[in-house]
């Protein structure tokens, strides 16, 4: 047997995938807040075995590149630290499917305008006269969003002088909210008009904004 020539031993070496990265999809539960992902990021960065890593709001997926030898079941254990639930493959995430919203009662004045992220148009013109008008502007995947469905549940149950009007963004790049422009920054975002119709904006997660613009009494 003739030995081995040194070109083709480096060449040998240099394609081994005995020290290769190798990419690995996790789909994630358990985030409870608009800016989790952003929370949870200096946390990954401090994993060795993490080389990069890209997040998929709408699915709740993260596309992990892994150095050799880092396992799934190390990586789902840095997230369980966090407490968070990372199961390896796609299609398991915290997505739309996650919550299933109850419907409102039959009293109240509910109207979806939009599902598919189409622009609305000037926003006094979805205020009803004479009652508090809930412009509520969310995407299926905004963990957050799904709060303010389940506050203003609470709020309406027993009160007849609020309307309530649901625009389905869908994402940062639609028709919508290019039309709703600066003014949109983070989700939820609810637009809320007294009877007198004066407005009052509400960005991100605030209960106790949203309570005060409906004149909830305080307990």
């Not at 358990?30 to 709001?57: M, N, Q, R, Y």
């Not at 150095?67 to 190390?74: K, L, Q, S, V, Y």
């Not at 989700?187 to 007198?196: A, G, N, R, S, T």
Request: net charge neutral; aromatic share 10%.
């Amino acid at each position: 047997m003739k030995p081995l020539r040194l070109a083709t031993i480096l060449s040998m070496l240099l394609t081994s995938p005995a020290w290769a990265d190798r990419v690995q999809v996790f789909s994630v539960q358990g985030f409870t807040c608009d800016g989790c992902a952003s929370e949870l990021a200096p946390h990954l960065k401090k994993v060795k075995g993490i080389k990069k890593w890209s997040f998929d709001g709408k699915t709740y997926e993260y596309t992990m590149t892994l150095a050799d030898g880092f396992t799934d079941d190390a990586l789902i254990a840095v997230f369980k630290e966090q407490g968070y639930r990372a199961i390896v493959g796609p299609g398991q995430g915290q997505g739309p499917d996650a919550y299933k919203p109850e419907p409102y009662p039959d009293h109240v004045d509910l109207k979806v305008v939009t599902t598919s992220g189409e622009p609305a148009g000037p926003l006094e013109r979805h205020r009803v006269d004479g009652k508090f008008t809930v412009l509520d502007f969310y995407a299926d995947w905004c963990g957050p969003c799904r709060d303010v469905d389940r506050q203003l549940h609470g709020i309406v149950a027993e009160r007849q002088d609020i309307a309530i009007r649901k625009f389905n963004v869908v994402d940062f790049e639609s028709p919508l909210a290019k039309e709703l422009g600066a003014r949109l920054t983070k989700l939820p975002y609810v637009v809320v008009f007294d009877p007198e119709g004066k407005r009052k904006d509400i960005v991100g997660t605030a209960p106790e904004k949203l309570a005060a613009a409906l004149r909830v009494p305080t307990r």
